[in-house]
């Protein structure tokens, strides 16, 4: 059977890149176990094919809650854990050759281009066929119920649980392909991996946002009705996130501010402004982005800078926005500041 349009690889390439810590490179099994068990969770290796071949490696990307590794044993091996993830959630995915994942009565077999997350209470089961490495992303729980609370609304109970299967479509194999490359890039890049806390959060919760859009879950939430908003609270809410704009989106703290919760927060933005929070402080950002370039001087400031100041790492799409914004490039704005001003 033929890999699908997705199947790319996408992974550390090599076992070693530039801005990769080798986390574990050995032919002991034990350590083997001792060391990948501390990033994932307790488990045994029963190494089924040539034993002169095993050979762990594992190489880790990483931003703070979360991380992106490539892990091979290079021989057939069995993986079982003994006890859940607990920490972490994970998304495993081959770069190479195949893997069979399974926990509880659901398994499923993995080649490049097929993914599984890997809820935090499971205890999986692997099988590595010759030759197989892995992509597994780590996202710390905490930080993912935290962002789950921000994107679906006020604190959910219960916190999604997520299947072991994979996405039901090739658009959304597509999609969480997308957001694992993205991942990458930002923490291979020197200049991404340097663009500030504002650029890193929002890499976070988008890339929360896509695993739980792609990979099912046990269910949904419940949709809860709004509450009477005074119109007033939007208004409040967009005063806050003036104020607020170069810290990390919280929809909670917005909420707070308005004095309501989430939902009915999102209701009155909806129904007074048409937009959503998020993209209220986006077109904020963006102002005060281009408030900064028209008073830079261009040969201090770049535009780079000034974007991942304000939360945006990818200049080709900050650019593209505020052209839509504001009828210039932000290059233009920037070259045609008034020598007076400075």
């Not at 091979?72 to 607990?86: K, M, N, S």
Request: charged letters at 25%.
């Amino acid at each position: 059977m033929g890999e699908p349009e997705s199947s790319r690889a996408v992974g550390l390439r090599t076992c070693a890149p530039h801005g990769t810590t080798v986390e574990l490179d050995t032919t002991d099994v034990e350590q083997a176990r001792a060391v990948v068990g501390r990033a994932y969770a307790p488990h045994t290796i029963t190494v089924r094919g040539d034993p002169g071949r095993f050979r762990a490696v594992q190489a880790s990307l990483s931003d703070g809650p979360v991380a992106l590794d490539e892990l091979r044993y290079g021989t057939e091996c069995d993986v079982v854990a003994t006890a859940p993830l607990d920490r972490v959630h994970c998304v495993v995915q081959p770069i190479s050759g195949t893997v069979t994942v399974s926990g509880g009565r659901s398994s499923e077999t993995l080649v490049p281009g097929r993914s599984v997350a890997l809820d935090a209470e499971l205890e999986f089961r692997m099988h590595w066929h010759d030759d197989a490495a892995i992509s597994g992303i780590r996202i710390d729980r905490v930080a993912f119920d935290a962002a789950v609370a921000d994107i679906v609304g006020d604190d959910p109970v219960p916190l999604p649980r997520f299947l072991l299967r994979c996405p039901a479509s090739e658009r959304d194999a597509r999609l969480w392909q997308s957001g694992v490359q993205l991942l990458e890039r930002s923490l291979r890049s020197a200049e991404l991996r340097d663009a500030g806390p504002l650029w890193r959060a929002e890499l976070h919760r988008h890339l929360v946002g896509v695993l739980l859009a792609t990979h099912p879950t046990e269910s949904r939430y419940p949709q809860a009705t709004p509450g009477a908003v005074p119109r007033s609270a939007a208004s409040r809410a967009v005063d806050y996130l003036h104020e607020h704009a170069g810290e990390p989106f919280s929809a909670r703290a917005v909420a707070r501010a308005s004095g309501t919760s989430v939902r009915s927060m999102q209701e009155a933005f909806r129904r007074e402004l048409g937009t959503s929070p998020l993209q209220m402080l986006i077109r904020i950002r963006l102002a005060k982005a281009c408030a900064e370039l028209r008073a830079g001087d261009p040969a201090v400031v770049t535009v780079a800078d000034v974007a991942s100041r304000w939360g945006f790492g990818n200049l080709g799409r900050f650019s593209r926005r505020f052209r839509e914004e504001f009828g210039e490039l932000p290059s233009d704005v920037l070259k045609n500041c008034p020598k007076g001003q400075l």
